[in-house]
């Protein structure tokens, strides 16, 4: 039998090993989830021996890690605006960097009907119902599986949110005030650029943009107009290089008071724009 110490010994070494950036985080994660402890528990019990089933779940996650599972796809959670989100392998893990997508939302959605293109986890719509005081919450995806995810969120966290199975705008009905969306924005080629635990676990649905990177900025703002009320707000997450492009495409369409935000990093990150009266 294993001490809690030795454990977690044993797969820092094997993750690190193993090519995990993170290793020694996450394998204490993962130690903290199997066991339900936090640090105070593991410094007051290191030298506790465990039970043979648990230590070898913890060995099960690890080696899926070591593998390049994400964290969160293996403890089953994320944490996005305060709140505690689900995730699974059917949705994208919620992004510190989406947290600006919110906060310049918030600014502007009191009492508005806010819609939410390509929910995912819901992260974005849940966390605008929670803590914005809209008046209506409507998220929509393409994925019936993410669905399933969004609306246990919301669920458990109590958030008032219509979720509705639709391509882009084809089963929206109604308008809204504020349209927002942190849709796929990866091109195509270089989808197999990015970190094993993106290309490799996470939904390529909710990543792949075409060649351009750009197809669903065109799809969303081509139909928009119909969908959003005069006056209203339609929000984009946007890739560091897509700014001036997403910029260009909403001026073409009409809209006023264009804006791009920066996020933490100092990258772009966010593109908003007004529907004119
Ligand atoms: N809206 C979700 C999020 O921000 C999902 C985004 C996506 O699938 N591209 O996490």
């Keep these: 039998m294993s001490t809690y110490k030795e454990l977690l010994q044993t797969a820092r070494e094997f993750l690190k090993k193993s090519g995990i950036a993170d290793a020694d985080i996450d394998a204490w994660?993962?130690?903290?989830?199997?066991?339900?402890?936090?640090?105070?528990?593991?410094?007051?019990h290191e030298n506790k021996k465990v039970s043979e089933d648990k230590a070898?779940?913890?060995?099960?996650?690890?080696?899926?890690r070591a593998s390049h599972v994400p964290l969160q796809y293996?403890?089953?959670?994320?944490?996005?605006?305060?709140?505690?989100?689900?995730?699974?392998?059917n949705v994208l893990i919620p992004r510190q960097d989406t947290e600006l997508l919110v906060e310049e939302v918030l600014k502007v959605s009191k009492d508005k009907a806010v819609l939410d293109m390509c929910t995912g986890?819901?992260?974005i719509i849940i966390s605008l119902a929670k803590l914005g005081n809209i008046k209506e919450?409507?998220?929509?995806?393409?994925?019936?599986?993410?669905?399933?995810v969004a609306k246990r969120n919301a669920y458990r966290l109590g958030a008032e949110v219509d979720f509705i199975y639709s391509d882009?705008?084809?089963?929206?009905?109604?308008?809204f005030d504020i349209i927002v969306s942190n849709p796929p924005y990866i091109k195509t080629e270089e989808i197999l650029s990015l970190m094993p635990e993106v290309k490799d676990h996470e939904p390529k649905l909710a990543l792949d943009a075409g060649a351009s990177g750009l197809v669903y900025y065109k799809r969303i703002i081509d139909e928009v107009n119909r969908f959003l009320n005069s006056g209203g707000y339609l929000f984009f997450e946007i890739g560091y290089d897509q700014g001036g492009a997403v910029s260009k495409m909403l001026e073409e369409q009409g809209?006023?008071?264009i804006n791009v935000?920066?996020?933490?990093?100092?990258?772009?990150r966010v593109v908003y724009g007004k529907r004119p009266f």
């Design 137 to 148: 919450a409507v998220g929509i995806d393409i994925s019936r599986e993410a669905l399933k």
């Design 255 to 257: 809209f006023i008071d």
């Design 121 to 123: 986890s819901g992260c």
């Design 56 to 64: 070898l779940e913890y060995k099960k996650l690890i080696e899926k």
């Design 168 to 175: 882009l705008f084809d089963n929206v009905e109604g308008v």
């Design 29 to 44: 994660y993962l130690l903290a989830h199997v066991f339900g402890i936090n640090r105070a528990d593991f410094f007051m």
């Design 74 to 89: 293996l403890t089953g959670v994320q944490e996005f605006m305060g709140l505690e989100f689900e995730v699974d392998e």
């Design 261 to 268: 935000k920066k996020d933490l990093s100092g990258l772009d």
